[in-house]
């Protein structure tokens, strides 16, 4: 089965610098892959997504990531960080055929003003 | 309109008792899942649902028994609760057909077992 992993448990940084949230995945095929976001005490919103195409993706609230195929990653990234991107950030890769998505265990990001 | 709603959103109870959560989504999805958040925030599927069959079961006690009732829920039984299930369950749904199955989740439901 696929699986993920984020190597960083806990990133902080000051707010306008630039972020970038590492994760690595493995699976046989080609991966669907995600990012949610999930702020104190909510639910999880998606950020953006992977299935085929161009490697670089635009998400909402300013984010990226890109497909590296050769490093089995999908590293999210944004330019200049807001207090307000304060939250637990998941990465997570499905299955083609049966919607089984797996998730990092997430990252914590906190933005120092 | 909210897509994804879960019911209630705190439930507190204690050991050994019979709980359910609600869960319904109005996006036309023919699949929706549950999912276990611990302490530590690992999230972890515990059921999924498409057209009412269940296509995937991880290792969960069988105390926990998904119900849906029609494709637009997927309610979650628990039977006899244990200190260790207290933890956040999330619903999700999507569609089955590749390259949409994306996954949009409801706000949760915080449970704790006393």
């Known amino acids: 089965a696929q699986s993920v992993t984020q190597p960083d448990i806990h990133i902080t940084v000051s707010e306008g610098a630039s972020l970038e949230l590492r994760c690595n995945y493995s699976?046989?095929?080609?991966?669907?892959l995600f990012w949610y976001v999930q702020s104190p005490g909510q639910g999880l919103q998606l950020l953006l997504k992977y299935f085929s195409g161009d490697t670089l993706v635009q998400g909402i609230k300013g984010f990226e990531a890109e497909f590296k195929r050769s490093q089995s990653s999908f590293n999210l990234r944004k330019p200049s960080v807001h207090w307000s991107d304060a939250a637990e950030y998941f990465c997570?890769?499905?299955?083609?055929?049966?919607?089984?998505?797996?998730f990092g265990a997430g990252t914590r990001l906190t933005v120092k003003p | 309109d909210t897509a994804v709603s879960q019911t209630p959103k705190y439930l507190v109870t204690q050991m050994g008792n019979d709980k359910s959560i609600k869960c319904e989504q109005n996006l036309g999805h023919d699949t929706m899942y549950w999912y276990k958040q611990d302490s530590k925030k690992f999230l972890k599927i515990m059921f999924s649902y498409n057209n009412k069959e269940l296509i995937i079961n991880e290792t969960v006690p069988n105390r926990f028994s998904p119900k849906s009732p029609d494709k637009a829920h997927l309610n979650l039984h628990i039977n006899s609760l244990e200190l260790g299930d207290s933890a956040v369950y999330f619903c999700?749904?999507?569609?089955?057909?590749?390259?949409?199955?994306?996954?949009?989740f409801g706000a949760g439901t915080r449970l704790s077992v006393l």
């Open positions: 699976y046989g095929a080609t991966p669907y």
């Open positions: 997570a890769v499905g299955d083609y055929n049966n919607n089984d998505m797996r």
């Open positions: 999700a749904s999507s569609q089955s057909d590749p390259g949409k199955n994306i996954q949009y």
